[in-house]
């Protein structure tokens, strides 16, 4: 529209304008907002700025990034006065406007008496122009919502009188470790809280039956079978297979989650005997479940519909626009599918890598990092399975407290095992991500896992090394699995430095909001 030419709108912009805004002080403009261009409406209704008027921030004293959302673009004519942002999603834009909306937001984030809207503007329109005039293949763009802020509502500060100043020291104790580790979360993500995260039950009933009873990995958890040879019940296991094998019609879900099912079981009963060596038909039965997992649907029910808490860093990662709405669904619990449909707390085997969604066979090399890899036949073993049908890692890097033994038939997969206590923010040798940048480069697709549990401590680490990895400034990680640990009681937790809801937020928002893959391990 010639009032409006570069508007930058989403839908979450235009419900929180409306809502909060305009229809306090402009009603006016609110019937003909989603259908006249809203510069004109607030001109009409009085918003005016001077040319040297400063950007306006909309919507909180945080500052998040969802809550800015009207700015002025000073002495460029060829624009209207009033441009309203790409906040956490954008209908039918180009990459290019979605990445220019992106830096303009971070860049009024990070300095906003300092930003030069003009020059950012002017680098745009004149690559518009300049790739207007030519032919281009691109394909269709998608657009991806992040929540909604929830409003008003009462929030609460939480005391750290820690300094964010890094390097962060050395921790000696799992308690020191796990405060440490908070501290990092409050530095990156703020200290405000929404006060009273309630914990309740949110298990989803799935009806998936089958028949022969769901393979659980009781035997896995608490040691890999040193005795492991055949698989005992073989008559089970080759009816699992079949039925793995079955490709049923989209529009009956119960049964292709049946067929799901027992890929999941037919997978975890070979890892359960066999464990420790390769075996040729299970590359197969992990492809045809991550084909099941791609036409399976199913409504994930008692999810958030808003957002209390604040949007992350986008940092560490790389994002993947096209493909993270394509990943297994996430739970309010952050509980995975076979704990909604078969009861089973911990499973390994339904998520959907981005190497099931799209080809990287142009990475320079594949990458494997594990911490907290505890033993070999649970993580490091059902994450090389899963991405098997694909490609074998070029890298592994296995990282644990404790030592780690490598099964002899994996020992030509270039597995490097590191025994230590991985710190947070240290920028030592016993900081991850003070050591990634010198096992990986951009080109290559890096797949990390982080599970690290202390047993009977409120505070543990993953809350801020998720922080200090979105904190980073390079972008070197494709896809991302970690366990978060909150006050969830239906399963025994008791961390009560964090709720359920802020720990569904962030994961989704990760997704939404900056495109990343990211995984809840269970």
């Known amino acids: ?26 009603p006016s403009a609110v019937p003909s907002f989603q259908t006249n261009a809203p510069a004109t409406d607030f001109a009409q209704q009085g918003l005016r700025f001077t040319a040297a008027a400063s950007p306006l921030a909309h919507g909180g004293l945080e500052g998040f990034l969802g809550q800015n959302v ?18 956490s999603g954008m209908n039918d834009a180009s990459g290019l406007l979605q990445a220019f909306a992106k830096e303009l937001m971070q860049s009024f984030l990070r300095a906003p008496g300092s930003l030069d809207a003009k020059a950012m503007f002017d680098r745009l329109i004149t690559t518009v122009q300049t790739t207007t005039t030519t032919t281009t293949t691109a394909g269709p763009t998608r657009a991806f919502s ?59 009933s799935i009806k998936c039956p089958i028949e022969s009873g769901f393979w659980k990995l009781d035997s896995l958890l608490n040691a890999c079978p040193a005795n492991a040879s055949g698989i005992s019940d073989s008559a089970r296991l080759a009816s699992m297979t079949a039925k793995c094998f079955k490709r049923p019609s989209a529009s009956r879900p119960a049964r292709v989650c049946r067929s799901m099912s027992a890929c999941a079981s037919a997978w975890n009963a070979i890892n359960e005997n066999q464990w420790h060596r390769r075996v040729d038909e299970l590359p197969r039965i992990v492809l045809a479940q991550h084909k099941l997992m791609q036409i399976y649907t199913t409504p994930i029910r008692d999810a958030p519909q808003c957002s209390r808490f604040p949007l992350p860093p ?54 494997l990092i594990v911490v907290g890899a505890n033993r070999f036949c649970r993580a490091p073993k059902y994450l090389m399975d899963m991405y098997s049908p694909y490609f074998d890692f070029d890298q592994i890097h296995l990282v644990d407290a404790h030592a780690l033994d490598v099964p002899s038939a994996f020992l030509s997969r270039n597995i490097t095992t590191r025994q230590m206590t991985a710190q947070v923010a240290t920028r030592d040798d016993a900081d991850i991500f003070a050591a990634i940048p010198s096992w990986v480069t951009e080109d290559d697709f890096v797949a990390l896992m982080w599970d690290t549990d202390f047993e009977g401590q409120d505070a543990t680490l993953e809350w801020g090394i998720l922080a200090d990895l979105l904190s980073m400034h390079w972008k070197l990680v494709d896809e991302l699995f970690i366990e978060t640990h909150f006050t969830q009681k239906a399963i025994g937790w ?12 962030l994961l989704y928002q990760l997704r939404h909001h900056c495109g990343f893959a990211i995984h809840a391990w269970p």
């Open 1 to 26: 529209r010639q009032s409006c030419k570069a508007c930058l709108l989403s839908p979450h912009s235009f419900r929180e304008v409306v809502t909060d805004q305009l229809a306090v002080h402009f």
């Open 314 to 367: 986008c940092g560490g990662m790389k994002p993947h626009w096209d493909l993270v709405d394509k990943l297994e669904p996430l739970f309010p619990d952050l509980r995975n599918l076979w704990y909604h449909a078969h009861a089973t707390l911990i499973d390994f085997t339904p998520y959907l890598p981005l190497p099931a969604l799209a080809n990287f066979s142009n990475a320079k090399r594949r990458i």
């Open 494 to 505: 008791t961390h009560t430095f964090h709720g359920r809801q802020e720990a569904y937020e």
């Open 70 to 87: 009207l700015m002025h673009v000073a002495e460029v004519s060829e624009v209207s006065d009033v441009m309203v942002t790409w906040i």
């Open 146 to 204: 992040g929540l909604p802020p929830c409003g008003s509502g009462a929030t609460v500060v939480v005391a750290d009188a820690r300094s964010c100043t890094l390097p962060f020291k050395r921790q000696d104790t799992p308690q020191t470790m796990g405060l440490s580790a908070e501290a990092r979360f409050n530095c990156v993500l703020g200290r405000r809280r929404w006060a009273g995260d309630i914990d309740r039950p949110v298990r989803q």
